[in-house]
T-cell receptor, first 116, second 112 residues
Framework: EAGVAQSPRYKIIEKRQSVAFWCNPISGHATLYWYQQILGQGPKLLIQFQNNGVVDDSQLPKDRFSAERLKGVDSTLKIQPAKLEDSAVYLC??????????????FGPGTRLTVT | AQSVSQHNHHVILSEAASLELGCNYSYGGTVNLFWYVQYPGQHLQLLLKYFSGDPLVKGIKGFEAEFIKSKFSFNLRKPSVQWSDTAEYFCAFNTNAGKSTFGDGTTLTVKP
């Protein structure tokens, strides 16, 4: 089966600019996750969707980050305006479901963002 | 707050040595536990998982992990490592609400 697709793979922007990342999960996976992974740290969950509804966005900096999954399939994560501390790898993952019945997550290759 | 602590940031071993990577989690309720691995240049992928039942779980490539509820631990073990095990290893857990928390990872370098 095809894996989780992400684009772009790399992005360099200046601070205060905006950027968007795209993710296409594995077909049939209801749950989609966006993580931020800063160098030397583990992935930090930013937002979790179940179909097109938000399950958890408690760690999403909502003043500058937004995400949507309008049709319950692919998703976009946006940063506007970007700050230097947003430099990180942004990972998308998907799973069959989440909650009481837990499934493993399948990760995409990530987008490496550098903010200068 | 939910958290995962991985005690070793970088472990260096020679081939055939035994491996144990420590993982402790902080959460007051029921958890599902995972070890993920990221080989150089590859995506994060599942190594093994514990949901319920036998606390000793076996994963791919000869890895195993033991869940000790009283210690909030889920340590990863392998009796004899190979050069190809060089990778970064992440411990993680989900709650029944589905929220995921990852540790900061342990980089394993195996010398041939």
């Amino acid at each position: 089966e095809a894996g989780v697709a992400q684009s772009p793979r790399y992005k360099i922007i200046e601070k205060r600019q905006s950027v968007a990342f795209w993710c296409n999960p594995i077909s049939g996976h209801a749950t989609l996750y966006w993580y931020q992974q800063i160098l030397g740290q583990g992935p930090k969950l930013l937002i979790q969707f179940q179909n097109n509804g938000v399950v958890d966005d408690s760690q999403l900096p909502k003043d500058r980050f937004s995400a949507e999954r309008l049709k319950g399939v692919d998703s976009t994560l946006k940063i506007q305006p970007a700050k230097l501390e947003d430099s990180a790898v942004y990972l998308c993952a998907s799973s069959l479901g989440s909650g009481v019945v837990t499934y493993e997550q399948y990760f995409g290759p990530g987008t490496r963002l550098t903010v200068t | 707050a939910q958290s995962v602590s991985q005690h070793n940031h970088h472990v260096i071993l020679s081939e055939a040595a035994s491996l144990e990577l420590g993982c402790n989690y902080s959460y007051g309720g029921t958890v599902n536990l995972f070890w993920y691995v990221q080989y150089p240049g590859q995506h994060l992928q599942l190594l093994l998982k514990y949901f319920s039942g036998d606390p000793l779980v076996k994963g791919i490539k000869g890895f195993e992990a033991e869940f000790i509820k009283s210690k909030f631990s889920f340590n990863l073990r392998k009796p004899s490592v190979q050069w190809s095990d060089t990778a970064e290893y992440f411990c993680a857990f989900n709650t029944n609400a589905g929220k995921s928390t990852f540790g900061d990872g342990t980089t394993l370098t195996v010398k041939p």
